[in-house]
């Protein structure tokens, strides 16, 4: 396995520094012992010779004391000088390291000291000779006495000589040890080499191989294998490459098929689309349309248009540096194309295309063909016009003759008749301000330039809707409360239709709370659904709630909520939903059943004037 030969690698080169460690401390260890030996060999000796000539010469100057007359002095100092020389005597032949020339020195020198000791001994015990005698003998001391002082002169030579040759057996083992650590040192560098290129065979060359074939599926090149030339982790990790490969190429296979599949279900789609749909890129080409579009494409380019129409490039650029997208409602945006003799009008929708990251990689445009629509709404805003005013005058006189009625300035009625003549009002009443609501709803789909827009406080708006509701929230038994946050900033807004919105949010509040309850009106800094800054108005009441199935309708044109048993036809909610959509604002509900419910409107905030160039 790859950590067993790493481990071998290793040890042996962890073997060889240990055996140079050990054997260099034993050698060294080895080499002080036997210079700290030499060097106490060396004082020992070179006191003893030192000591021997010197009592040597001490034992002959006490012998020629003699002739002073001074006996006892001449045996006492020669008795000490004797017992010197021979103490160092002595010690020189207890030394073991000396060499063979060194011992037969010593022999050499013990004899001649028994000799000249004999002699000396003679010598101290007549002193009273003959003086030609006694010359004899002091001749024959002072011979011997040279005869020492050689002896000691050539043992100390000869200590030289073997302190010379210890130091020259010492330099050849140092110079031994030297080269067996160089001879382990080539070892160890050869057994680096063998393990390092063992390794790049059997470690590097097949990462190297691994990681370039990495590189190349990183690439998309997935036809990679990397041989498996052994049985350790290497040969394991090739073998996983290899199955990754495999399982990738299979993958990528099956991915094509598929998006090969998905690509046929987006171009079907696409086409059952009865409007033009584009596709664009990050740069803003056309990468995908539908043959609507292509159709389209087709007879703009005859008309002259080469692109997308300029306000539509336009709007898709805001679209991108916004990043929001862009859904009108109204039919006055849509464009107006003229096509095969006749004008064709198209609701431009803008959706931006992200990824998983949330990042723009495209842009969707839907033109949707809204001539149909565009006329029908036509046909119905004149006929309900039409209709409105053409009823209006008559329903006029009809009331006008009703209330004559009712109020019998032509004459008494019975009960019967009263009773009927009242039933006649409510309905009429009823009708007429259908038709008023009807004729608003025509004016308002006409756009926000129907609106007289004026800049207004917030506090001033709430206000006048509580004085007005004053009166009906009193006659109900509710109790109509405010809260309004400070320094909230001016809105421009129609005055009179944010009344009709207040005044029909509030009268319904009023309506489905319950005797002795509450109704609180509310204004503050709030946020619009894409997280802009807004002043926020709520209506809260205390009624029965609506059910969530029912919320996103009860702003529907007509649409009641099933069970009410209110009067009303169901026009109010949509009235203030156009109102407030005109003022480029938001609406809606937050209700729980049992809990009450909260109608809401936002609208938005007042842009701030640019300073121009002159100021």
Not at 33 to 44: E, K, L
Request: proline letters at 4%; charged letters at 25%; one cysteine or more.
């Amino acid at each position: 396995m790859l950590r067993t030969r790493l481990m071998s690698g290793l040890l042996c080169l962890l073997i060889i520094l240990l055996a140079m460690g050990l054997y260099s401390i034993n050698q060294c260890s080895k080499l002080g012992q036997r210079i700290q030996a030499i060097r106490q060999d060396t004082d020992q000796a070179g006191q003893s010779i030192r000591q021997m000539k010197q009592s040597g010469a001490s034992m002959t100057g006490a012998l020629l004391a003699l002739v002073t007359g001074d006996t006892q002095r001449s045996r006492s100092d020669f008795d000490a000088a004797d017992a010197n020389f021979q103490k160092a005597l002595n010690e020189e032949n207890s030394r073991q390291s000396a060499s063979a020339d060194e011992k037969s020195l010593l022999i050499k020198l013990t004899d001649a000291y028994r000799n000249y000791g004999a002699r000396a001994h003679a010598f101290l015990q007549a002193p009273d000779l003959p003086d030609v005698a006694w010359r004899g003998t002091a001749a024959k001391l002072g011979q011997d006495t040279a005869h020492l002082l050689d002896l000691a002169n050539q043992l100390a030579a000869a200590h030289e000589q073997a302190l010379g040759e210890g130091n020259k057996s010492s330099a050849e083992d140092i110079n031994k040890t030297v080269r067996f650590l160089i001879f382990l040192m080539i070892i160890a560098v050869a057994a680096f080499l063998a393990a390092y290129f063992g390794l790049s065979r059997g470690l590097l060359n097949p990462l190297r191989s691994l990681t370039a074939s990495i590189e190349q599926v990183g690439e998309g090149n997935l036809d990679q294998t990397v041989p498996v030339l052994s049985r350790d982790e290497l040969g394991v990790l090739a073998t996983s490459f290899n199955q990754m490969a495999a399982q990738l190429r299979q993958y990528r296979a099956n991915t094509s098929v598929e998006l090969m599949q998905l690509n046929t279900t987006i171009r079907a789609t696409l086409a059952s689309f009865p409007d033009p749909i584009f596709v664009l890129n990050s740069q803003g080409a056309v990468e995908l349309r539908n043959p609507e579009a292509d159709e389209l494409a087709m007879k703009l380019l005859f008309s002259g248009v080469t692109r997308l129409p300029a306000n539509v490039d336009e709007k898709v650029e805001q679209v991108r540096a916004s990043g929001q997208d862009y859904l009108p409602t109204l039919f006055k945006d849509a464009i107006k194309f003229h096509l095969d003799g006749q004008d064709r009008y198209f609701l431009p929708r803008i959706v931006l295309l992200r990824d998983d990251q949330r990042e723009v990689f495209g842009v969707a445009v839907i033109l949707e063909d809204v001539t149909r629509m565009l006329l029908l709404d036509d046909v119905k805003s004149n006929l309900i016009s039409t209709v409105s005013h053409e009823l209006k005058t008559p329903l006029t006189s009809v009331r006008m003759a009703i209330y004559l009625l009712f109020e019998k300035t032509v004459g008494p009625l019975n009960d019967k008749q009263a009773d009927l003549v009242a039933t006649a009002r409510e309905d009429a009443d009823r009708l007429h301000r259908t038709l008023n609501d009807l004729l608003d709803l025509a004016k308002l789909e006409q756009g926000p330039s129907q609106l007289e827009l004026v800049r207004l406080s917030p506090v001033e708006l709430v206000e006048a809707a509580e004085r007005e509701a004053r009166e009906t929230a009193h006659g109900s038994e509710i109790t109509l409360e405010t809260e309004i946050a400070p320094n909230l900033p001016d809105v421009r807004i129609d005055r009179q239709r944010l009344a009709y919105v207040f005044t029909n949010l509030i009268t319904n509040a009023i309506k489905y709370s319950p005797a002795g309850g509450t109704v609180l009106v509310r204004a503050q800094i709030g946020q619009t659904r894409s997280d802009k800054p807004c002043v926020r108005f709520s209506v809260k009441d205390q009624g029965p709630g609506i059910a969530p199935e029912h919320q996103e309708h009860i702003f529907e044109r007509f649409y009641r909520v099933p069970g009410t048993n209110k009067s009303g036809a169901g026009l109010g909610l949509s009235i203030a939903r156009e109102i407030v959509t005109a003022h480029q604002g938001e609406i809606g509900v937050i209700s729980k059943l049992g809990e009450g419910s909260e109608f809401f409107f936002v609208l938005p905030l007042i842009p701030e004037e640019k300073p121009s160039a002159d100021g």
